[in-house]
């Protein structure tokens, strides 16, 4: 089960996936990701995987845009703070970097692994767009990789790891990431604990099936030990109750937000990121589990604290 049978909650306020046209409730502007932000901690989260966009909804790895509303979480919440390094389709590594070298924070996310990602299938979907850049976002993906190579990994291990020290959330799309993770582990450029964050239901990545979730478990139980790493669990979209209920049944951590969904149920949009975390926080309490605080959370990642960083 979940460590002292405390399930951590993780909150992704806004991602890069969606857009502005999918739902009127993501949040864009700095005010609206602190506002989300707060009151998903306020809610039950424990840790916030931030992103930052641009005033048209586009992703933006601007240092600048992130630090209009990262000190204003940091005096609202002891929540942690976990930066993305994937940015948005099409960054760069060093502009997909730029805001958690500069910010320093107590976590940031490492992608484990360069993929397909393909968003190109809400295209089927009719919508009215706001923004050209939208669709043409989305249509890019039929013909991108998402890249994070043996050498990308190294620098940010690297340069955020071992310089600002990082605790990072592995992102994990696939099996043959948690065997990249398992290659730097062994190489001691990984220590424990460290969080291993599953994800389903990308199209690239491994699918949206229970069977798959059990399986990836019992691989990250055989190559790190149950006792060396947290586990949490996210799947995209439609799956997103469901599995990371079956993961918090398992004895994982559990991550939901509108970068993974926009929806609450089915057919209806989610109003909030607190709506998604307050759901969750019900349903894991009901399944007489507890939700583990930040200071908590802080303890069994060992990470730095929120007086060790740059914002």
Known sequence: MAKDNKVIITCAVTGSIHTPTMSPHLPITPDQIAEEAVAAAEAGASILHLHARNPDGSPSGDPAVFMEFLPRIKQQTDAIVNITTGGGHGMTLEQRCAAALHASPEMTSLNMGSMNFGLFP??????????????????????????????????????????????????????????????????????????????????????ADLENLAHMRRTANKLFGEENYEWSILAAGRHQMNFVTTGAIMGGNVRVGLED???????????????????????IEDLSLEVATPAEARERLQLKGGDMVNF
């Open 122 to 207: 809400i295209l089927d979907k009719e919508y009215d767009w706001k923004h050209a850049w939208e669709p043409e976002y989305l249509e890019m993906t039929r013909d991108f990789i998402f890249r994070n190579t043996f050498k990308d990994i190294e620098w940010v291990l690297k340069h955020l790891g071992e310089d600002h020290g990082v605790r990072f959330e592995f992102e994990c799309y696939d099996m043959g990431h948690l065997y990249n993770l398992a290659h730097f582990v062994d190489r001691g450029l990984v220590k424990p604990p460290f969080f291993v964050q599953t994800i389903f239901g990308i199209l690239g990545g491994i699918g």
């Open 261 to 283: 969904s926009l929806y609450i149920g089915k057919g209806k949009l989610a109003e909030s990121n607190a709506d998604q975390v307050a759901k969750i926080r019900r349903i």
